[in-house]
């Protein structure tokens, strides 16, 4: 025997049905469409950050091989993720001595490297590299690149903007 689906005037459920679903598909391919239309005309704006972090008791000949790399692009998890290391400059590392004076340890330096990255302009309240937040005075900061890798290091400033 065959059913007959109820009639709610001249439409049975089944055509209900139907005609719900193809308005449903109509309605999420034009949120899609016009999402993807305002992204293209309007990037989002972007913000130049620069920050430097601090590596203490490096070994002296680092400096020049970092050197040697530089400029190098960020990496982290290994991806590249925006931005470069743009430079490095070394200070001389002190060591308490036997005396209970400072000394310098010729064998080791402080090395100070500059990175640029840009960050959204709206989450520059949470500037990340990776997954790693810029901020000043943040320790156990992890400076990565295609051929440079320092853990602990600690950073020492940031700018936003030119």
Excluded at 3 to 12: P, R
Excluded at 105 to 128: G, I, Q
Aim: aromatic share 8%.
């Amino acid at each position: 025997m065959e059913q007959k689906a109820k009639k709610i005037g001249k439409f049975n459920i089944i055509d209900m049905i139907a005609v719900i679903l193809i308005l449903a598909v109509v309605v999420f391919a034009g949120i899609k469409l016009m999402n993807r239309g305002g992204g293209e005309s309007g990037e989002a704006a972007m913000t130049k950050v620069t920050y430097t972090v601090k590596v203490e008791g490096v070994p002296s000949e680092l400096y020049e091989t970092c050197q040697a790399h530089l400029p190098s692009p960020l990496m982290a998890s290994g991806a590249l993720v925006g931005g470069q290391i743009e430079s490095v400059e070394k200070t001389p590392y002190y060591v308490l001595g036997p005396d209970g004076e400072w000394v310098e340890d010729p064998e080791h330096v402080t090395l100070y490297f500059t990175a640029t990255t840009e960050t959204p302009s709206d989450e520059v309240m949470t500037t990340k590299v990776g997954d790693q937040e810029v901020r000043i005075g943040k320790k156990d900061y992890i400076l990565k690149s295609e051929y440079i890798e320092f853990q602990g290091g600690t950073i020492v400033d940031v700018r936003w903007g030119e």
